[in-house]
């Protein structure tokens, strides 16, 4: 939804019109607030997100667009648009946002048979029909065909971003510390997500840990854990902490925002995210453009960018290929941290700024209106 929001005020910018067709209950609060114009057409039935308004919806109003992109995979939303899209004969676009990634497969066996259910006369057919399958880096587009055997897109790989962080580097950095007393002084380590089970928090604790046990490891190293706690973990994650005898070194702020994510951006030397799955990481951009070297595992689908760019480190998501990035920046010249650290700034300025992903899509639009449509296939039934 970030990522939505942003391109679309960027867009809106340069002089595009963007609104935004929900499923979510008129009444909710973010639509009132929402920066740009939302059609909400729910309220939905079930965790599928049934919504019956839609697909006469989009019939009415969908050809008064240029371009309809579908975000996401799983609910409704895709097979109502494509069953109005279809008929209209429309082209239309998907972003998958990750949303295939093979983990999820392996992660949890049960939801992927179930998917497994509706996949073939559902999503498959929203994919093999639209005009493009957006993908945020080449490794996405690689691994969503590994998810099942039936599969057919016409795949883009198209950038993605996020806005420029604040300039005042200095004062969100103090005021952040002034909240957090403790740190003054110290050498931080930022994790900034949610902490839940794909992020690999335990391994970034286990890690932790083992750095700090090791001769001549430095006494001012300190650990932030932000982010909300989204699957109860964190009181498992702070008994393991106390097992390894590093509770006093790690610091829980819960969820940051606004200028207190900044801030800690800010007073961080480097951001570490070992995760299993990351499709794209806007936290990662975010730290990127904050001139913050970023120690990742080769999950994070920008890895590739980020070891081009010397932008920071990469290894396995495991405890060992985790440990080894920590030892790796920590043990690093001040040189060579201050060097990633320019070098994480000018990545984010090639790569990952919203006006790169607007103008990204903007070529997308302007190839489909220049390109004869793609042939749809015919109605089918659908039972």
């Given at each position: 939804m970030e990522g939505v929001r942003q391109r679309g005020l960027r867009l809106q910018e340069m002089g595009h019109s963007v609104e935004l067709v929900t499923l979510d209950d008129p009444a909710a609060p973010w639509v009132a607030a929402y920066p740009l114009k939302?059609?909400?057409l729910g309220p939905t039935r079930g965790t599928y997100r049934y919504c019956r308004q839609l697909t006469p919806w989009l019939l009415q109003h969908a050809s008064g667009y240029d371009l309809v992109v579908v975000n996401g995979l799983w609910q409704y939303h895709g097979?109502?648009?494509?069953?109005?899209?279809?008929?209209?004969?429309?082209?239309?676009?998907?972003?998958?946002?990750?949303?295939?990634?093979?983990?999820?497969?392996?992660?949890?066996?049960?939801?992927?048979?179930?998917?497994?259910?509706?996949?073939?006369?559902?999503?498959?057919?929203?994919?093999?029909?639209?005009?493009?399958v957006l993908f945020t880096s080449e490794d996405e587009r690689l691994l969503a065909?590994?998810?099942?055997?039936?599969?057919?897109?016409?795949?883009?790989?198209?950038?993605?971003?996020?806005?420029?962080?604040?300039?005042?580097?200095?004062?969100?950095?103090?005021?952040?510390?002034?909240?957090?007393?403790?740190?003054?002084?110290?050498r931080i380590l930022l994790?900034?997500?949610?902490?839940?089970?794909?992020?690999?928090?335990?391994?970034?604790?286990?890690?932790?840990?083992?750095?700090?046990?090791?001769?001549?490891?430095?006494?001012?190293?300190q650990l932030v854990m932000a982010g909300p706690d989204q699957s109860g973990w964190v009181?498992?994650?702070?008994?393991?902490?106390?097992?390894?005898?590093?509770?006093?070194?790690?610091?829980?702020p819960g969820?940051?925002?606004?200028?207190?994510?900044?801030?800690?951006?800010?007073?961080?030397?480097?951001?570490?995210?070992?995760?299993?799955?990351?499709?794209?990481?806007?936290?990662?951009?975010e730290a990127l453009g904050c001139g913050?070297?970023?120690?990742?595992?080769?999950?994070?689908?920008?890895?590739?960018?980020?070891?081009?760019?010397?932008?920071?480190?990469?290894?396995?998501?495991?405890?060992?290929?985790?440990?080894a990035t920590l030892d790796r920046w920590l043990n690093a010249s001040p040189g060579l941290r201050t060097h990633m650290a320019q070098q994480a700034r000018k990545s984010f300025e090639r790569r990952f700024t919203v006006d790169a992903m607007a103008h990204s899509l903007l070529e997308v639009a302007d190839r489909l209106s220049r390109a004869p449509a793609p042939k749809i296939s015919p109605a089918e039934s659908m039972g």
């Open positions: 939302v059609h909400a097979l109502g648009a494509w069953r109005a899209l279809r008929q209209l004969q429309q082209p239309y676009v998907v972003f998958t946002h990750g949303m295939l990634d093979p983990w999820f497969k392996h992660t949890y066996p049960l939801k992927h048979l179930k998917k497994w259910l509706y996949w073939p006369w559902a999503e498959y057919r929203v994919l093999r029909d639209a005009a493009a065909r590994e998810s099942f055997w039936l599969y057919r897109a016409r795949e883009k790989v198209v950038a993605y971003g996020t806005s420029n962080p604040p300039d005042d580097r200095a004062g969100l950095s103090a005021r952040f510390l002034e909240q957090h007393p403790q740190l003054k002084g110290q994790f900034l997500s949610r902490i839940q089970e794909k992020k690999g928090c335990d391994l970034l604790i286990a890690a932790f840990a083992d750095h700090l046990a090791q001769p001549g490891a430095d006494s001012r190293l009181a498992a994650l702070k008994a393991q902490a106390e097992r390894r005898g590093v509770a006093q070194r790690i610091h829980w969820m940051l925002q606004g200028d207190a994510k900044w801030g800690a951006f800010y007073a961080a030397e480097a951001f570490v995210l070992p995760s299993h799955q990351e499709n794209f990481g806007i936290a990662v951009a913050l070297p970023v120690l990742i595992s080769d999950k994070v689908n920008i890895w590739r960018e980020i070891e081009g760019d010397h932008a920071g480190f990469v290894a396995p998501d495991t405890l060992e290929g985790t440990r």
